[in-house]
């Protein structure tokens, strides 16, 4: 006998037969409990007065015949009322009546009763299960570093200024500067962390408070070695995902092909020549836009890629913690581009202390307001590199999602700030 507890997200009276649907916690599909009012007369009567909503326990065991479509059938013996709501549910948690994006925002925790909005939950849950598993196998230490910082890793209007006492600082864009201080005792590390960016967007594709895996590795040769890194784990994430939640896959209607490595490579400046080929009108000194993005996912599309790399950016577009290769105008660092979207940024970083100070002096920023890290570097810091891994624009990618919004449960955009 088991006891399972949950919340009533379908109600249905069929003569003296009542069925009711309880979102739980250990399958992505409902329970389905079915009473008849001449064989269970209390629990027939209870649940006939139960609204939507309704919070509660029962305990019951598996039935041997499964006859609903929609779940997975229990027989109850048992039901016990924890809570009721107070007035009428603000969504339709069965699924039945979709709810506009802003709705679903909103009350995104009532919506996780409902199946298909658990689903993508589970598999968030699943894509950081999968990381940790790879970066632990591969050698990879979790670390967790300062969200608020005296200087911003990128630098720029894209940072959340506070006042911390008698100092200013700001919310951490990335944790890239303490990831690089730390391989100076450490050979990789990782960390799952949360990115803060005040940039006034508000695409399909940007929130300003988003997740990310980040990795820096030590003892490099070059980016390649990096590249294998993460190429290696957005495999393992998106073959774990399709092996180990096919209900969930099955339920959002996600067909997932297996992904193998290694991942086409092409260079920025060959990126460029295929969009002007294209009649785009694109930079050759300036990251690509959203729109150049999207089409470049097309043309790679038509070649066969949904995964591929764009390396060799040139210096004026990037931070100033890339190595520059040695004709000062390109550098080491790379995009990984899903289907048309960036979900990943990285590269070789520069690890000589004179060069690194020079680069900083370059992009305009004071050396001062960089002591902290720069400090590590006059320690015997190894040519090393990394990458951040964008959560949510994984998921959209995997999942096929319309907007990034519908990947994280609360959501932190230009417009909001609650709940």
């Not at 250990?26 to 064989?39: C, E």
């Not at 015949?65 to 809570?83: F, P, W």
């Not at 393992?236 to 193998?260: A, F, S």
Request: glycine share 6%; net charge neutral; proline share 4%.
């Amino acid at each position: 006998m088991e006891r399972i507890c949950g919340w009533i997200i379908r109600k249905k009276l069929v003569g003296r037969v009542a069925i009711i649907e309880i979102s739980g916690d250990r399958y992505t599909k409902p329970y389905v409990l079915v009473f008849k009012k001449d064989r269970n007369p209390e629990e027939y009567e209870l649940i006939q007065g139960l609204s939507i909503g309704t919070a509660l326990c029962f305990e019951g065991e598996k039935a041997r015949e499964q006859k609903s479509r929609r779940g997975i059938e229990y027989v109850a013996d048992k039901v016990e009322v924890y809570a009721e709501p107070l007035k009428p549910l603000p969504v339709d948690t069965s699924g039945k009546v979709p709810a506009l994006l802003d709705t679903r925002i909103r009350y995104r925790y009532i919506l996780l009763r409902n199946p298909l909005e658990k689903a993508i939950l589970k598999i968030r849950a699943g894509i950081l299960e999968a990381a940790r598993e790879y970066l632990r196998k591969n050698g990879f230490l979790e670390i967790h570093t300062p969200k608020i910082v005296a200087a911003g890793a990128e630098g720029g209007a894209t940072l959340f200024q506070l006042q911390y006492f008698e100092h200013r600082a700001y919310l951490s864009q990335s944790p890239q500067l303490y990831k690089q201080m730390l391989i100076a005792s450490i050979p990789r590390v990782y960390e799952i962390t949360p990115y803060f960016r005040a940039e006034k967007f508000n695409t399909i594709r940007h929130l300003n408070e988003s997740w990310g895996i980040d990795v820096e590795q030590a003892f490099v040769k070059s980016e390649e070695d990096v590249m294998n890194t993460l190429e290696e784990l957005v495999a393992y994430i998106i073959n774990y995902v399709r092996t180990n939640y096919e209900e969930e896959l099955e339920l959002l209607n996600v067909e997932l092909k297996p992904v193998h490595t290694p991942f086409k490579r092409i260079k920025f400046a060959e990126a460029i020549e295929m969009l002007e080929t294209e009649g785009m009108k694109v930079s050759s000194t300036e990251d690509v836009t959203d729109a150049a993005e999207k089409k470049l996912g097309e043309i790679m599309a038509e070649k066969g890629y949904d995964l591929y790399f764009i390396t060799k950016f040139p210096w004026s577009s990037t931070g100033f913690y890339y190595m520059r290769e040695e004709d000062g105008i390109y550098t080491r660092k790379f995009d990984l581009d899903y289907k048309g979207l960036e979900i990943a940024s990285g590269g070789q970083r520069e690890h000589r202390y004179y060069k690194l100070v020079e680069a900083i002096r370059e992009k305009g920023l004071d050396p001062r307001d960089f002591e902290f890290y720069l400090e590590a570097f006059k320690y015997g810091i190894p040519p090393h590199g990394g990458f951040g891994l964008g959560l949510e624009r994984l998921m959209m990618k995997i999942l096929n999602l319309s907007n990034i919004r519908e990947a994280i449960v609360f959501v932190r955009d230009r417009t909001r700030l609650v709940p």
